[in-house]
């Protein structure tokens, strides 16, 4: 299949104009969704009331990109890791699980009257793992007499959004084509926003907010809620550092705990790619 769309981008290539093809440009086409949980981050999160960090590693680039009139269409790649540790004495952060994500995804967008429609979607694969932070070896035993399961999805995901001015607004649907273990349904639907405000005649500066409800399928239907405020240090589609607040309630994100409530406040750094 990867060999196919490589064909198909190389031909694109060789075919339309040069100068609006560019491979590898500096910036992404679409932009992470900013209280979606899982985007490509650099960084951490504290939880306020649970002794637990959150660690992500990874990243999104456009491997190709293509621009005509006012529309853009590109192909990237997706690769990181978000990492559940736990702090003890001593400036120790045992590792408790690690999940990996890995995947391709094609971007479009399109200005309309000053105003922005766009479409990412994602094909990529997830498994989850627990790691020796998770066994006690005092007792010999899983903490919390969770044993490791096997975790993995694979998945097509569709998230359209329109931004209005400052404001984008989002909806997604993801498909999981297959899942370990197999009771979990096939079916996640998504709605979000994001607004970012830049300091007047200072746009280094901006204070945002984002919004996230994830309904997944599970036996039946559950709400994981993401809400992020914070401030950003760097124009708002670069590069920078970003500082905020989350609030997280709904399922944990970490496959080996995929059916376990979660509900924290956190404070988060990310160093925006």
């Known amino acids: 299949m990867l060999k196919k769309i490589f064909f198909v981008f190389l031909i694109t290539n060789l075919i339309f104009p040069q100068d609006k093809s560019e491979f590898f440009p500096d910036k992404l086409n679409i932009q992470p969704f900013t209280a979606n949980p899982l985007e490509p981050k650099l960084g951490f999160i504290s939880k306020l009331n649970t002794n637990e960090l959150r660690l992500d590693i990874g990243n999104s680039i456009d491997f190709y990109r293509y621009q005509i009139d006012e529309q853009v269409i590109s192909l990237g790649f997706d690769l990181f890791t978000y990492t559940l540790l736990r702090s003890e004495n001593q400036f120790h952060f045992p590792v408790d699980a690690v999940d990996y994500l890995f995947g391709i995804n094609f971007g479009y967008k399109r200005k309309i009257k000053g105003n922005e429609f766009g479409l990412r979607t994602r094909i990529s694969h997830i498994s989850a793992h627990f790691v020796d932070g998770h066994f006690d070896g005092t007792t010999q035993k899983w903490r919390d007499s969770i044993n490791p399961k096997v975790y993995s999805r694979e998945f097509i995901e569709l998230m359209p959004y329109y931004k209005l001015n400052k404001m ?30 830049p300091f007047k005649n200072f746009d280094l500066f901006s204070l945002f907010l984002g919004y996230d409800i994830k309904l997944i399928h599970l036996q039946k239907y559950t709400a994981n809620n993401s809400l992020v405020v914070g401030l950003k240090f760097g124009k708002v589609d670069d590069k920078g550092i970003s500082i905020y607040y989350n609030y997280y309630s709904g399922k944990s994100i970490h496959g080996q705990y995929f059916d376990q409530n979660r509900i924290y406040s956190a404070i988060g750094i990310n160093l925006d790619l």
């Open 168 to 197: 984008r607004v989002y909806f997604g649907f993801t498909f999981l084509f297959h899942v370990d273990p197999s009771t979990i349904k096939k079916d996640n639907y998504q709605f979000g926003f994001d607004y970012f405000l």
